[in-house]
């Protein structure tokens, strides 16, 4: 059985960092575009990375370029999300997907999903 475990999130201030771990199990994590996205109350989830393995790049949405950051730990078989600067705008649940792919310029993912952590960014 796959299971993404996320973690990491917590209260942060406007301005602060965090870093959230999803760690896999049940899959070869490195042969995956393990991808995350976030979900605010009363919105769609949507995507915040999204890796092209075979290009060897990454996609993120606007207001994440330059702030957010994927990468991921093999031996460790987890990926990671530092977020920098955050925004009270960020604060959402924040998952990780087994899969992602890129359609219409828009980030999707699919298969096995973690439960989620919480970010909130407030003073």
């Known amino acids: 059985e796959v299971q993404l475990v996320e973690s990491g999130g917590g209260l942060v201030q406007p301005g602060g960092s965090l870093r959230l771990s999803c760690k896999i199990s049940?899959?070869?994590?490195?042969?995956?575009?393990i991808g995350w996205f976030r979900q605010a109350p009363g919105e769609d989830r949507l995507g915040v990375a999204c890796?092209?393995?075979?290009?060897?790049?990454?996609w993120y949405p606007d207001h994440a370029k330059g702030r957010f950051t994927i990468s991921s730990d093999n031996s460790k078989s987890t990926s990671y999300l530092q977020m920098n600067d955050l925004k009270p705008q960020d604060t959402a649940v924040y998952y990780c997907?087994?899969?992602?792919?890129?359609?219409?310029?828009?980030?999707?993912?699919?298969?096995?999903w973690g439960r989620g952590t919480q970010v909130t960014v407030s003073s």
């Open positions: 997907a087994l899969e992602t792919t890129m359609v219409a310029g828009v980030c999707l993912g699919f298969g096995s």
């Open positions: 049940g899959a070869d994590a490195d042969e995956r575009a």
């Open positions: 890796p092209d393995i075979r290009a060897g790049t990454t």
